[in-house]
Each structure stands twice: as C-alpha cells, then as structure tokens.
C-alpha cells in the first residue's frame, strides 16, 4: 500500500510563498508521475498542476507563472513551490500519484491579510 503525506500548508500574506511538499513512501511517482490538486470550500477539487514520469508538467491557467511543480526520485517527494499567493489560492492542497490511485491527507493553504 502506497501512502502519501503532504506538508508545508499554512497561513501566509497575500505575494507569499510556500513550498509544499508530498512523501511518497514508494518510487510511484517515478512510474505514474504525480499531481497537485485543491479543493475550496463549496467547490470541487481541481487539479492544480502535474508532472508525468518523463518530467512534463502542466498547470492550471490559474497559477501558470506563479507554481512550480516538481519531483525528487531519489527521495520519492513531490513539491508545489507557491509564489505571489493570492486569496483565491486559499484552499485544502492534495497530492495524487499520476494515475489518481493514491492520495494524500491534505494540507490547508490560507491566504489573508
């Protein structure tokens, strides 16, 4: 069984940064490639940002410029480093292998003055 454990949410100022990160306790990011993915209250989860196995990435037009997704395969860690935060970033973070079959805990970004 994989598990995924996020860290790095928390309260920042609007134009802050954080970096989250996501422990795979498997090389599956790797094989499936992994996602970032929020969830704000009264709204669905949306996919934030991906990397496959190859190293592509893809971001949502929200945060195009802003995010940067990445992956360390020696250490089975996902990253999502937040730049320019803003309000509307505010939201419950999740990471997924690419394939969506494991999930981490989430871990909640606030964004506010």
């Known amino acids: 069984q994989v598990r995924l454990v996020e860290s790095g949410g928390g309260l920042v100022q609007p134009g802050g940064s954080l970096r989250l990160s996501c422990a795979a306790s498997?090389?599956?990011?790797?094989?499936?490639?992994m996602g970032w993915y929020r969830q704000a209250p009264g709204k669905e989860r949306a996919l934030v940002a991906a990397i496959t196995s190859g190293g592509s990435t893809n971001y949502a037009d929200s945060v195009k410029g802003r995010f940067i997704i990445s992956r360390d395969n020696v250490k089975n860690t996902g990253y999502l480093q937040m730049n320019s935060l803003k309000p509307e970033d505010t939201a419950v973070y999740f990471c997924?292998?690419?394939?969506?079959?494991?999930w981490g805990q989430g871990t909640q970004v606030t964004v506010s003055s």
């Open positions: 997924a292998d690419g394939r969506r079959l494991y």
């Open positions: 498997g090389s599956i990011f790797s094989i499936n490639g």
